[in-house]
């Protein structure tokens, strides 16, 4: 069969990858018209501002959507006149962690999949594409055909493909521009493979030949959970290693140094920290557990389990530290809190590491300041809400303070957590910020982010994760 050549693409969902992923399409593609839609009226207000205030933080995002939008890039809420004209659709909706019923609290919420799946049925009065871009538990496509086939019209054939996502928040663009891989899966019939030669046909307008990855639909779908589980295992086990680090006096970074020398390990990802975030990593690594225990494998689930325990524990831990070292109490005491998003060069704070720090110091009725370069006010205020429930925001605002520098933040206070790796924190002024402080000043560096020694010289107690010493 001879492969569609896809000249309109509509992406449902314009959110953090939605947006970034197509938009990095219509640049590259010229000749493709690239629509990206969704219901959120506010979100495509954002992305179509005259004077570009995007509705997500993302270093490089802006020239891209300079370059193509008004060309060959349109932001719309129409979704079906977008599903109507396309040849090729991305599915690219949030696919979060189930709050109640079935599966509550590890299995996928479908919602959204299923409704645009339905949407697309509809509308549609030709034959489609349609793409799973967003992150879905394995056999999921299978679903969607069924949804698909059941409501299409006469003519009309779905070919569903899965296309996962491996960008990563703070460097969308160079990830897209760039891929270490692409991914395409599909079924292994001659529609299925020349469904897949089309999409593999776009992304080769920018994609090396041998970047881009054709397998089965399902080894397309649970590699994109096994990623996320895999690298986000590697961050539990490197915080495993800091905790015993602390106890025994050896030092995460020299440990993470030796072991990444040896070829099979590699140096990257790391990182001792305070714990990993973001919207992915804990709801991915839960959605195969959520399948493991579906497919009758308690061990494997309990296995996968144990990295966002371990998660959950780090972060503990390190408020723990916090409170041990300002002498069991932090009762009344100012802390600064820098860094809110969930990582650096992003405005996302999904799971942020932060929010939890910030509701234990909440609960121990410490005061505390906040200062992140990029995320909105309301953003904080609503996040904290959502982490200190029952509690009125008025009431949070009483102990609460979000600051416009960092060097505001640190004003009065007893200690300072660095909780985001924003690069302007290693170049804070810390000799002023020493000055503004009560002492004994401490530090607590949850992202082995600043040069601990040259603190202490300035006079702090520095309190770094995986190494014993305070000074
Ligand atoms: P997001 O919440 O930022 O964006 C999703 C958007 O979809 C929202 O704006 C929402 O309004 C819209 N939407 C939902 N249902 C819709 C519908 N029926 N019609 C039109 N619009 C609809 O989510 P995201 O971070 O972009 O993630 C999207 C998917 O990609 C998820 O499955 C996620 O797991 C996956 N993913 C995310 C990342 C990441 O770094 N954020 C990376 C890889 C994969």
């Excluded at 009226?41 to 193509?68: C, H, M, T």
């Excluded at 089965?216 to 096994?226: M, V």
């Excluded at 990029?374 to 009125?392: C, F, R």
């Excluded at 810390?430 to 020694?453: C, H, Q, S, T």
Aim: charged share 25%; glycine share 6%; hydrophobic share 40%.
């Amino acid at each position: 069969m001879a492969p569609i050549k896809v000249t309109k693409i509509c992406c449902i969902g314009a959110g953090y990858v939605g947006g970034p992923t197509c938009a990095v399409i219509a640049v590259k593609c010229p000749h493709i018209k690239v629509t990206i839609v969704d219901l959120n009226q506010s979100r495509i207000d954002a992305w179509n501002s005259p004077d570009f205030k995007l509705p997500i933080y993302e270093p490089g995002l802006e020239n891209v959507v300079r370059e193509a939008r008004g060309r060959n890039l349109f932001f719309s809420t129409n979704v079906d006149a977008a599903i109507e004209e396309a040849d090729l659709i991305f599915v690219s909706v949030n696919t979060p962690t189930k709050k109640s019923g079935v599966g509550a609290g590890s299995a996928a919420d479908l919602n959204y999949v299923e409704l645009a799946t339905r949407r697309i049925a509809t509308v549609a009065n030709s034959s489609k594409i349609v793409v799973e871009k967003s992150t879905v538990p394995c056999r999921t496509a299978e679903s969607m055909r069924t949804i698909l086939e059941a409501n299409s019209k006469p003519n009309c054939r779905f070919d569903i493909l899965s296309n996962p996502e491996f960008l990563a928040e703070g460097t969308a663009i160079t990830d897209l521009f760039n891929p270490d891989r692409v991914l395409i899966g599909s079924l292994q019939t001659p529609e299925g493979l020349s469904a897949c030669n089309s999409l593999s046909a776009v992304y080769a307008n920018w994609v090396p030949q041998e970047r881009i990855l054709t397998v089965g639909l399902w080894s397309s779908e649970l590699s994109k959970l096994a990623a996320n589980a895999m690298l986000a295992q590697r961050i539990s086990s490197i915080n495993a290693l800091s905790a015993i680090c602390e106890a025994t006096g050896a030092n995460i970074d020299e440990v993470a140094h030796a072991i990444g020398y040896d070829s099979r390990v590699g140096p990257k990802f790391l990182k001792a920290s305070v714990g990993f975030g973001g919207s992915c990593f804990q709801k991915d690594i839960l959605n195969l557990v959520y399948l493991s225990e579906s497919c009758h494998l308690p061990e494997v689930a309990a296995y996968w389990r144990q990295v966002v325990e371990m998660n959950e524990y780090q972060k503990r831990r390190f408020s723990k530290r916090v409170v041990d070292t300002l002498f069991n109490t932090i009762t009344g005491k100012r802390i600064a809190v820098l860094g809110f998003a969930f990582k650096a060069d992003t405005g996302d704070t999904r799971e942020s590491a932060a929010i939890t720090l910030i509701k234990d110091f909440h609960s121990e009725r410490a005061l505390v300041n906040i200062y992140d370069p990029q995320v909105e006010h309301n953003q904080i205020w609503s996040d904290l809400a959502d982490a200190i429930p029952q509690t009125p925001v008025d009431s949070i605002k009483k102990q609460v303070t979000i600051c416009s520098s960092a060097l505001e933040a640190c004003k009065d206070a007893e200690a300072v957590v660095i909780a985001t790796e924003w690069k302007e924190f290693r170049e804070i002024d810390w000799e002023a910020v020493y000055a503004g402080m009560n002492k004994p000043a401490f530090v607590f560096d949850g992202r082995l982010l600043i040069d601990a020694d040259k603190l202490r010289k300035i006079g702090f107690k520095v309190t770094t994760i995986g190494r014993a010493e305070v000074a």
